[in-house]
């Protein structure tokens, strides 16, 4: 395991596109960036996408005899299913046959699975899932969490998601001291409704992270914060917004850009710097996001996920396991647990 | 009254660029959109600020020897201090010697003000701040209510915004069938917090709305919807966020766009193409939030607002007063009282 060669189970039959865009990004991941890749799913169907004279190292297909349809209540599927694609990779990782687990499923059942069969970590009372935004400073995103694992949010929970964060920011996306933000609806400690004023209080008294205050919506995106905690709620309803907003965006440009005589030869010879702007912008160069606080990696991908969002959430996940993120979080959260209790 | 010559009160000391930016937004409005304006505050400061040869007709001055900073506890401020130029704007409505009210100063102070002042509408039992938002689709905005009044919401609060911002959107958005959504984190009736199942189930019932479903963080500006309510913690991050991101993008532009040789050529050439999406995207292009529910129109103006989003509050301000919103909600909310009680 660890930094020899990084084994990721793939659920080859979830998400919008699969199996062919799975199967073509988790190839691509494999080529690129030298990872072990385990395709679960229906063998007859995974290897009909494979291109004629595929290379097999590094490839094993993992039998699982069903799928989890994106209209099924997560919980009792993943009971029902016991061999749905979800289950079969949580349960590689969970034998020590794989390091993480991604998914472009159903991301209430990956949620399901994952809690079943790898179980909450000691000391965590809610698994969030995290979501890593760009931000208006090029090379420095955000991680926001929980954004939709928990509708309802006790401070107690925000702080343990705050913690997580910090980890994954430090040690994953590289920032030296993450500066942790509260998502409110306005900077003084005694603004919000009454859970978010307890969870600043809480925050606040925290030595083990560098809680730097409440951050509005407009502070999501301005590169002030590294780690912004919210409830599973409105974290998701501003996940889903910003998806959108990025895709809306690209679209004014297309519409208003190409106009008129001038627009088409401007956008003719714009044409490398919209890419780049594209680039900046287009959540599917993001990846996906990530469930913290369970008890092994696992990425969920966007259910309309293609190759190149599949090919980044396996750099997410190889980025996770070479740099130890589960058993920091276990540790360092063993020892905030034992300072705070 | 009415359509003959609407009088709309201008807190003058209200907002970042007051008085200067204000008078110059309310002269712009008297002279283009035909309204009187009464400029509310420190006569000295706003005869200062008018250029030398005004023309004095349908201006008037109306002291106010207090205003309320940014910084200030709103509900002690509007009480301690009864001659605030935002009280005083108020009142003005109240003895009917002004149809309404806009102002970009303290947005809880002017909530507070027009709450003590005006009181609340018969049948509702708390006012929200309704925002529209550009969609895009050109042209059809979107009305999302609450978006900072009240950070918990009961299930019959949202009820009532239901009603208040479908009778605003066909009233003055000019939507036939105005189609309310309420938002939440995915399109089933069972999803979301126990407030968000409960609302659902209100406006399902509700025969005088047309409720077509849940609205998720994605559905917010695709057209769809005509009015999205919910409460005004994730109202206001929403609200916030995307005035932020709207202008990150055109920041991504100005970076991404001119770089090398051919950038600033391409750039050169599209500059009218760019000035229209500025304008699709800009908030400062939408005029300001409303107050629905409290005996008066008002409207809250961003306290960032320079000469162009006052006009345009202003002229939201004129078309409310022209189509009788306030009497529309009145008399309808209390048929809709008396159907449902």
């Known amino acids: ?21 799975i199967v073509a990004g988790a190839l691509r991941a494999r080529e690129e960036l030298g ?10 169907q995974i290897e009909s996408k494979l291109p004629p004279k595929t290379n097999l190292a590094h490839v094993e297909i993992v039998t699982a005899e069903e799928a989890i349809a994106m209209d099924e209540e997560p919980l009792s599927a993943i009971r029902r299913k016991p061999k749905a694609s979800i289950n079969v990779a949580m349960d590689l990782v969970k034998k020590q046959q794989a390091d993480a687990v991604v998914s472009a499923g159903h991301s209430g059942a990956a949620m399901a699975a994952a809690l079943l069969r790898l179980g909450r970590l000691p000391g965590i009372d809610r698994p969030a899932i995290g979501a890593v935004f760009p931000t208006m400073v090029a090379g420095k995103p955000v991680l926001v969490l929980d954004v ?9 929970f925000l702080e343990q998601f705050a913690v997580m964060g910090s980890i994954y920011s430090q040690y994953v996306l ?5 500066k942790v933000g509260l998502l409110n609806i306005g900077e003084e400690d005694c603004k919000g409704n009454d859970a ?44 889903k917004f910003a998806e959108a907003v990025g895709e809306i965006m690209l679209q004014i440009m297309r519409e208003e850009l190409p106009q008129g005589v001038r627009g088409q030869i401007g956008t003719a010879i714009l044409k490398p710097n919209l890419r780049r702007i594209k680039q900046r912008v287009d959540h ?19 259910g309309s996920s293609q190759a190149p969002s599949i090919f980044n959430a396996i750099r997410m996940a190889k980025e996770a396991v070479n740099n130890q993120v589960l058993q920091r979080i276990q540790s360092q959260y063993q020892s905030v647990q034992q300072e705070s209790g």
Do not use: Y
């Open 1 to 21: 395991m660890g930094s020899t060669c990084v084994r990721i189970a793939i659920d080859a039959m979830g998400g919008d596109h699969a199996p062919n865009e």
């Open 35 to 44: 990872v072990e890749v385990l395709l679960v799913g229906d063998p007859q």
């Open 148 to 156: 939709g694992a928990n509708v309802d949010c006790r401070p107690k």
């Open 174 to 178: 590289g920032t030296p001291e993450p």
């Open 196 to 239: 978010a004023v307890r969870a600043h209080q809480l925050l606040k008294e925290k030595t083990q992270i560098t809680f730097i205050g409440n951050a509005e919506g407009r502070d999501v995106l301005s590169g002030h914060f590294d780690v912004i905690v919210c409830d599973g709620f409105v974290g998701n309803v501003l996940l």
């Open 284 to 302: 599917a160069e993001h990846g996906g996001a990530l469930l913290l606080g369970v008890g092994g990696i696992c990425i969920i991908s966007h």
